[in-house]
T-cell receptor, first 113, second 113 residues
């Protein structure tokens, strides 16, 4: 039972354009969400998070949007750069006080120069 | 400030054997969590240690066990290895129990033959 779904295994975007990565979840108890980026042979690197009391969080070129009614979140990268090419994981948490994050299967983003 | 380091980087074991993986948490971090990432999947939560006590566990059998030491470094032990245990094992460290981002190491690639 996949509680966090990233339905697009891959995405290609031109440099300078917007990248939009999507994530859907099924568990209405999730109240904290994160995005991680992973390069080959490295561990995941934290990008941005959002609490369920917000619907948007912004950090530089990265913005996460949360639509609780649709159980959907998205990560926007503007403008996209070749160095953004990586696998992006969406993660969710329902348990305050633990780091039990439920991860999606990832979306591989390729930014074309 | 040193990051999260894991050892070894790669490991090959035979089915039925036992393995110990090690993790040094980021300086000042007192919480360690372990994840298993199978090929093509997102990381799956194994368990978490806070101040040397296990205080959260995912859906993994008891042959997956761990320790956290007074310096907050940690070990993951897997007994009676099975072929399906082949995966990337990720350690993540964080400070305290308030939900914030967890910082991941580069992982240990375990292959069971």
């Amino acid at each position: 039972d996949q509680q966090v779904k990233q339905n697009s295994p891959s995405l290609s975007v031109q440099e300078g354009r917007i990248s939009i990565l999507n994530c859907d979840y099924t568990n209405s108890m999730f109240d904290y969400f994160l995005w991680y980026k992973k390069y080959p042979a490295e561990g995941p690197t934290f990008l941005i998070s959002i609490s369920s009391i917000k619907d948007k969080n912004e950090d530089g070129r990265f913005t996460v949007f949360l639509n609780k009614s649709a159980k959907h979140l998205s990560l926007h990268i503007v403008p996209s750069q070749p160095g953004d090419s990586a696998v992006y994981f969406c993660a969710a948490s329902a348990e305050s006080g633990t780091y039990k994050y439920i991860f999606g299967t990832g979306t591989r983003l390729k930014v074309l120069a | 400030e040193t990051g999260v380091t894991q050892s070894p980087t790669h490991l090959i074991k035979t089915r039925g054997q036992q393995v110990t993986l090690r993790c040094s948490s980021q300086s000042g971090h007192n919480t360690v969590s372990w994840y298993q990432q199978a090929l093509g999947q997102g990381p799956q939560f194994i368990f978490q240690y806070y101040r040397e006590e296990e205080n959260g566990r995912g859906n993994f059998p008891p042959r997956f066990s761990g320790l956290q030491f007074p310096n907050y470094s940690s070990e993951l032990n897997v007994n009676a290895l099975e072929l399906d245990d082949s995966a990337l094992y990720l350690c993540a460290s964080s400070l305290g129990m308030a939900r914030t981002e967890a910082f991941f190491g580069q992982g240990t690639r375990l292959t069971v033959v």
